[in-house]
């Protein structure tokens, strides 16, 4: 079970990415479910929720793009 900081960080992560990246949230949610976003996300909260949301958005377009 995710902590209440854990919950409120990925609706912070998706709210962000959708604006920065000018998508819907229904989009944004099934880029994340396929690329395994979600996921990722939480194994680096500590580091990431440091961080701004172009920072945040920009770390999740190089996770989904590796190579």
Known sequence: MLTDNKNDFLIYVIEEYKFLEN??????IKLFNENNVFNYVLKNYDALHTMGGRAIADDINLFINRA
């Open 23 to 28: 998508k819907k949230a229904r989009e944004t």
